[in-house]
Every structure is written in structure tokens, then in C-alpha cells.
């Protein structure tokens, strides 16, 4: 990969004009090597424009702290749905609670806020998250890129925002200076349909391109379910949340909702961004369709 596309990486990431939020600077409370989960979260909203990826870390211990009380909150309230005859949920999921459909159909929107509240106070006590997230409209990249079809468009925003988080994520550490050198990174994503060998061939390009100055950091991406992986509804909150900013900040209006409620949170903090058509047209003239083809992804 040419190393033009970590300089044209630099110069969009520092653009406020394409900043949703932040960068929040709360404290890192990161020794030599964390645990990262990244989610990738793509929903419908209005028009279904926005492809939103986002992902949380911190070191392993806070995610231990969250995983334990997260399912202690998800018993607790199971126990009483069931006392009252209601259907039981399975898991925290962001657009349902929100929309109260599917699980959460017939909950209330006071009863949905509170729930909601409790994951916020979990996130809080586990203490020291740290969040990244990037967006992409993907009529604009499909037109930009000619890529034609729907299922070629999906692996497209995929391949770019995992590299860009991943760009991101390095960046952020790096910035803490001394003592962070020797940081390992695995990642982990929510499993997809179709997509894992496209997430993976992303994370090898960029991994082995040797002009990517913290490629040396990331250790291995693997999916995962939210069965099995509780710090993904977590990640899947994030994710959905970043995605409803970028409607607000196109309205013109603050940040709001969920996310500024967790942005409020003294243990919080991160920085969101998207690419607009012109950021894709800087990123094809430097780099044609290169980034598109990673040797992994399926044709």
C-alpha cells in the first residue's frame, strides 16, 4: 500500500469539519498491552444512507468488570419480566431498545430509558473506555468508486473503515507517549454474514504494509457473536449511537441522545468521524481502487 494513504489518513482524521465529536481527552488507563473489541454495526435509519463502524477499548480487567455486571443487569431484568408474563429478551441490542420493537416490543419509552440508564452507569463503573468510530455514506462511495451492486458496496465499507479505525485506533495510543511502544492489540468484531473474510483481508493489508507506522500493535482480528461475547452489545451501542449523530449533526444540532449521556460520563471518551464525497475523492485519486482488494476478501 502506498504510504500516501496514511498522510492523506492524517489530514482527514485532524479536519474538524468532519468531526461528529471529540477527541475527548480523558485518562488512559492502559498498561503494555489491552483488550480491544471492535464492532462493526450497519442498520437502516431514514434512508438507509450511513454505514457506521465503531469500537470500544480498554485493557482486559475493565471488560471482565462490564461482561460480569452487564449479564447480572440482563438476569435481573429477565426475572422480572417473567414475573410479570412478559417475553424475556436475550441480550441488550441498541435499535430495538430505542425503537422498542422485536424484544423490547410493548416496553414503554421511560421503561426503555431506564434500561438503557443502567448500561450507561456499567460502562461508567467499569472504568476507562476509550471509543473510535467512523461512518461512510455508501451511495457516495459506491458512486465514487463505481462500485455498482449492494453486496460490493457492504465489503467496501468494511474494507475502508476497518482500515481507518485501525489508523485511528494506533494513532490514539501512539499519542500517549512514552511507555505505550510495546502495546498489543487483538481485535474482535461481530461476526458477519459474508463479510469476515473481507474484514480479515483488510486487517492483513494494512498490517503488512510497512508504511503504516503501528501495524507492529495489532496482533490478530477475529468474529465473534454476541452470544459469546458480551462487550459487543456493548460495542453495538456505540456503533448505533454514532450513527444517529451524524443525522443530528447534518440537522445542525449538538450531540445528543445516548451518546452524549455516555460522553458525560467521567471514564468515557473518543472521537467520531465521517468521510464526505470529496474525502473519497482525495482517497481515489491518491490511491485508484488499491485498497479495495485485499488478497483474502472474496471476489
Same mark, same amino acid.
Given at each position: 500500500?502506498?504510504?500516501?494513504?496514511?498522510?492523506? &489518513?492524517?489530514?482527514?482524521? &485532524?479536519?474538524?469539519?468532519?468531526?461528529?465529536?471529540?477527541?475527548?481527552?480523558?485518562?488512559?488507563?492502559?498498561?503494555?498491552?489491552?483488550?480491544? #473489541?471492535?464492532? /462493526?454495526?450497519?442498520?437502516?435509519?431514514?434512508?438507509?444512507?450511513?454505514? %457506521? @463502524?465503531?469500537?470500544?477499548?480498554?485493557?482486559?480487567?475493565?471488560?471482565?468488570?462490564? +461482561? #460480569?455486571?452487564?449479564?447480572?443487569?440482563?438476569?435481573?431484568?429477565?426475572?422480572?419480566?417473567?414475573? !410479570?408474563?412478559?417475553?424475556?429478551?436475550?441480550?441488550?441490542?441498541? +435499535?430495538?431498545?430505542?425503537?422498542?420493537?422485536?424484544?423490547?416490543?410493548?416496553?414503554?419509552?421511560?421503561?426503555?430509558?431506564?434500561?438503557?440508564?443502567?448500561?450507561?452507569?456499567?460502562?461508567?463503573?467499569?472504568?476507562?473506555?476509550?471509543?473510535?468510530?467512523?461512518?461512510?455514506?455508501?451511495? !457516495?462511495?459506491?458512486? #465514487?468508486?463505481?462500485?455498482?451492486?449492494?453486496?460490493?458496496?457492504?465489503?467496501?465499507?468494511?474494507?475502508?473503515?476497518?482500515?481507518?479505525?485501525?489508523?485511528?485506533?494506533?494513532?490514539?495510543?501512539?499519542?500517549?507517549?512514552?511507555?505505550?511502544?510495546?502495546?498489543?492489540?487483538?481485535?474482535?468484531?461481530?461476526?458477519? %454474514? /459474508?463479510?469476515?473474510? &473481507?474484514?480479515?483481508?483488510?486487517?492483513?493489508?494494512?498490517?503488512?504494509?510497512?508504511?503504516?507506522?503501528?501495524?507492529?500493535?495489532?496482533? %490478530?482480528?477475529?468474529?465473534?457473536?454476541?452470544?459469546?461475547?458480551?462487550?459487543?452489545?456493548?460495542?453495538?451501542?456505540?456503533?448505533?449511537?454514532?450513527?444517529?449523530?451524524?443525522?443530528?449533526?447534518?440537522?445542525? !444540532?449538538?450531540?445528543?441522545? !445516548?451518546?452524549?449521556?455516555?460522553?458525560?460520563?467521567?471514564?468515557?471518551?473518543?472521537?467520531?468521524?465521517?468521510?464526505?464525497?470529496?474525502?473519497?475523492?482525495?482517497?481515489?485519486?491518491?490511491? /485508484?481502487? @488499491?485498497?479495495?482488494?485485499?488478497? +483474502?476478501?472474496?471476489?
Amino acid at each position: 500500500m502506498r504510504s500516501c494513504l496514511e498522510t492523506f &489518513t492524517n489530514s482527514i482524521l &485532524t479536519d474538524p469539519l468532519r468531526e461528529l465529536w471529540g477527541p475527548f481527552a480523558i485518562p488512559f488507563m492502559f498498561e503494555e498491552s489491552y483488550f480491544l #473489541v471492535l464492532s /462493526g454495526y450497519f442498520d437502516e435509519s431514514e434512508d438507509a444512507d450511513w454505514f %457506521t @463502524l465503531g469500537c470500544m477499548f480498554s485493557v482486559g480487567l475493565h471488560w471482565d468488570w462490564l +461482561t #460480569v455486571d452487564w449479564k447480572n443487569c440482563l438476569e435481573r431484568k429477565n426475572k422480572q419480566l417473567s414475573k !410479570e408474563g412478559r417475553p424475556l429478551i436475550s441480550r441488550f441490542h441498541a +435499535t430495538d431498545c430505542w425503537q422498542g420493537s422485536k424484544e423490547f416490543q410493548g416496553w414503554e419509552p421511560p421503561e426503555r430509558e431506564a434500561f438503557r440508564a443502567e448500561f450507561r452507569s456499567i460502562i461508567d463503573s467499569a472504568d476507562g473506555f476509550h471509543i473510535v468510530s467512523h461512518s461512510v455514506k455508501v451511495s !457516495e462511495l459506491g458512486d #465514487v468508486f463505481r462500485i455498482n451492486t449492494p453486496k460490493k458496496r457492504n465489503r467496501a465499507c468494511y474494507r475502508l473503515l476497518v482500515q481507518y479505525l485501525m489508523m485511528q485506533i494506533g494513532n490514539d495510543v501512539e499519542s500517549r507517549g512514552a511507555g505505550y511502544e510495546n502495546t498489543k492489540i487483538p481485535l474482535i468484531h461481530d461476526r458477519t %454474514t /459474508g463479510n469476515d473474510l &473481507t474484514i480479515l483481508g483488510a486487517f492483513n493489508q494494512l498490517k503488512d504494509d510497512k508504511t503504516f507506522r503501528s501495524r507492529h500493535m495489532f496482533t %490478530t482480528i477475529a468474529p465473534m457473536g454476541w452470544e459469546d461475547c458480551i462487550p459487543l452489545q456493548a460495542a453495538d451501542m456505540i456503533a448505533y449511537e454514532s450513527r444517529k449523530q451524524i443525522y443530528r449533526h447534518n440537522r445542525g !444540532e449538538d450531540l445528543g441522545g !445516548e451518546i452524549k449521556a455516555l460522553l458525560d460520563l467521567p471514564s468515557f471518551g473518543g472521537c467520531a468521524f465521517y468521510f464526505r464525497r470529496d474525502n473519497l475523492e482525495e482517497l481515489k485519486r491518491l490511491m /485508484g481502487n @488499491l485498497w479495495l482488494n485485499p488478497v +483474502t476478501s472474496p471476489k
